[in-house]
């Protein structure tokens, strides 16, 4: 089963300084911080921002050659946790066909911005997630979380490159 997320904001990692994406249930009860690198986190805080630019950034291009092949995106899904790395896919729709495309979750995740599609996350990874966070034993980790179950909304958002 998937649950239907939404982007609520760009942070930076205070213990590894690595961009993290928040992702939000709609209830608000579950949050799932994925860690991107520097250029994705900056595709995707582009978009958060609509901050245009004076040439077409790579996911601009995938979404203008999308639309001129008639395809629709018709969602993403961040499918699976293995060996602490998200994956993702993207549900193309040309002519009444479903397809899905393999693919990282941050390039997911800026497309869907563009696009303005759902973004869901299979429960089996919102439950992994919280197992890989529970056996870890490092402090860190636990810090970590306990920080971001602690963050406002106020709090998300204030990603800065």
């Known amino acids: 089963m998937e649950v239907e997320m939404k982007i609520r904001g760009l942070m930076m990692d205070p213990v590894t300084n690595m961009p993290i994406v928040i992702l939000k249930d709609n209830n608000g009860n579950t949050i799932l911080p994925i860690w991107v690198g520097i250029y994705e986190a900056n595709a995707i805080a582009l978009e958060i921002e609509k901050v245009s630019t004076p040439r077409p950034m790579t996911h601009d291009l995938i979404k ?6 008639e395809t629709a995106v018709h969602k ?5 946790l293995k060996d602490d790395t998200f994956y993702a896919l993207i549900w193309l729709e040309k002519d009444g066909e479903l397809i899905t495309v393999d693919s990282r979750p941050s390039d997911a995740l800026a497309l869907a911005l563009r696009l303005d599609c759902p973004i869901y996350v299979d429960e089996s990874v919102l439950k992994s997630s919280k197992m890989a966070n529970a056996m870890s034993d ?9 920080w971001l179950e ?12």
């Open 150 to 161: 602690g963050l406002s909304d106020e709090d998300l958002g204030r990603y800065k490159m």
């Open 76 to 80: 993403v899904v961040v499918n699976e």
């Open 64 to 69: 203008t050659l999308l639309l001129g092949l």
């Open 138 to 146: 490092r402090v860190n980790n636990e810090e970590l979380r306990r």
